[in-house]
Each structure stands twice: as C-alpha cells, then as structure tokens.
C-alpha cells in the first residue's frame, strides 16, 4: 500500500509498504504539501445508529473511538439525548467491526458529573488508549457554562469507569493570547514506544476559531504544551480550497510516523451551518508530533443531498486491518443528527 512521506529538505529513508521495505526519495520543501497516499472509499454504511426516543443517545451517535482489545472490538463514542446537548460516552462492541451491538443495555458507561461539577452537562469525545493493564480514557469536559476542559477516567474493562485528578480537568486554558486560552476540548491521545503520552487537543482563543495544539505527559494529568503553547495545525489549503477552521483530529502511529487525519470547516453559510461539500476529513503527517504537513487532497468530503453525511463529514478513527486501513467517522445528516459510518483503504 501506497504511503504518504514527510517532507523535509534532506534525503532520508522512508518505510513503503506493508513489510516495512526501504526506498531512497528525494523529498521536496516543506513549503510543499504532502501528496496523496491514503485514497479511502465510503462504503455507505451506518456502523453505530443512534438510540430511540429518550435514549442518552437519540439524537447524536459520533466521536467514535475503536481499539481491539482480546478477540473483540470496542468503540467508545459520544451521545446526545432528546435535546440535542447532555453529552455522554457509550461504549459499543464488535467481533468483526462491522456489525456493533452497544453495550450496558444501551446505557452510557460515562454521565455528566453532575451540579458544580467540571463535567456537569456533558463528558463527550472520548480518546481511549489501554497500557499498564488499564484503559485510559481522555475526553472533554463540559460545565454549565459551556467552557471546555478535557479530563481523565480510567478503566479495568472499558465499562466502568473511575474519574482520576479528583475529577478535575488535566488540561485547561492557556496563557492569555494564545490560541487556546478561553477552551480546550476534542482530546486524541497516542503513546509512544517510550511511554510518553502525546495528546492533540483543539484550543480557542482570540482567533474564534478552532487550531489544533500539542501537549505531553508523562501520567495522564499533568501535561506539558508544545511548540512554546502555540497551535501545531492551523488553517491552510486543501485541494485549492481555504480552510475556515481544523478539529477534531485522530493519530496513529506507525514506524515512528504520525499518522493525523483531522476535520475541516471548508464552507460556512451566514447562518453559520456547512454550505454543501463543506465539511471534510484531511490527512497529515509529522516526525514528532509538533511540525505537520497536510495532505494536497481532502481525504472525505461530506455528501451529496440526502446521504448521511450530507450535512457533515468529520471525527475519524482510523484502526489498521492488517493491509487495510477502516475509518469510522462522523455522520451529519441534513437536519443535524449524527451517526457513526465506515470508509476503508485501500
């Protein structure tokens, strides 16, 4: 399989293909944005529906979030009630990853926290890593004021979960005058062969609009931003197109590359909902986590009217399938409801 490289001026050698074997390329400047390798096909399937009438996840079933674990798949995602705003995380199994039965009878294995907590109305996105015998879980806060904090939970079998820190949020806002000193939210966490935790995070500051920021860890709660504070991915251009803001980003880390597929705002109405095709998931790639390169081409673009996604296409989670990569996404239909679909590689 075809593999996108890094781009950087100086020869280097780059691992193409599955078996990891070794070809010499000239790689252009950074200025360059990186060329197409990962070509995904929408199958068209619905892979997690939402929930019926009075279910905590009737309106919205996004944020996928899928690790295998044993002989099984697992997916964490996030649901909305009836009103389209109390936010929960469900957890949904699979033998094949195709066919997904939610677990808990239906019932969100993480609620909002409850009055004056940091995770009052709802705990949503969550970013699931399992080590040291454990699943680990990110995800983001939401108080009653609607000022976004990303907190920790862990986990002995991905049902139960216990909140870590006291509760507290591990990542608030940043300095003043960054990027991401009024919220923090949208968390995606890898962690590499050494035992760092690396999380990718979406901040909003003074620019009003969604960057993507970089931060480390050593334990799970106290973490350190990168890049002097500042936004790793802003708006840029794709397939000739202008971005208005980047989210919602996943990582996956292969043969010490950073795999990063990432939503983008292309087109906004004035009344501020996606124009048609104006949602879209982008590639990107980076050595270290900080320093990326987008992908020339819009890997998925939401689709035409009456499909699923006609409204929105955003918040992968990409697993690798031996040769195969499988993207499970978000899937906003034309009156704003969201579901979790499946598009594959190659």
Known sequence: MSRSTLLVSRRVWLAAGAAGALSERWLPNTAD?????????????????????????????????????????????????????TGS????????????TKAAGGR????PGGVGTADETKADHP?????????????????????????????E???????????????????????????????AVVRDPRGLLHMWYNGV???????IGHATSRDGIKWERQNDGNAVLSPGKVSGR???????????????????????????????????????????????????IRDDAITLLSGNK????????????VVRRGNVLWMYYSMGSADQRYQTGLATCP
């Open 108 to 111: 969100p294995v993480l609620e």
């Open 33 to 85: 944005a990186v060329q197409p390798g990962f070509v995904f096909g929408k199958t068209g399937r619905v892979i997690l529906p939402r929930g019926p009438a009075g279910s905590f996840d009737s309106t919205h079933a996004k944020y996928p979030c899928v690790l295998k674990h044993g002989d099984r798949w697992m997916m964490w995602y996030s649901g909305r009630g009836d009103d389209a705003f």
């Open 306 to 317: 009456g499909a699923e996604d006609a409204y929105a296409c955003f918040a992968p989670c």
């Open 89 to 100: 995380i469900g957890l949904a199994t699979s033998r094949n990853g195709l066919h997904w």
């Open 205 to 211: 500051g003074p620019q009003q609009d969604f960057r």
């Open 242 to 292: 202008q971005e208005i803001y980047v989210y919602n980003a996943m990582v996956l880390l292969e043969n010490g590359v950073y795999r990063m597929w990432y939503s983008s705002a292309l087109d906004i109405t004035p009344q501020g909902r996606f124009a048609p095709h104006g949602s879209a998931i982008v590639y990107a790639e980076s050595r270290d986590g900080t320093n990326w």
């Open 127 to 155: 970013a699931v890593v399992r080590f040291a015998g454990r699943f680990h879980m990110w995800y983001t806060a939401g108080p009653r004021d609607s000022r976004y904090r990303i907190c920790y939970a862990t986990s």
């Open 157 to 187: 079998d991905g049902v139960r979960w216990q909140r870590q820190n006291g509760g507290r949020p591990v990542l608030g806002p940043g300095s003043q005058g960054k990027f991401d000193d009024r919220v923090v939210l949208h968390p």
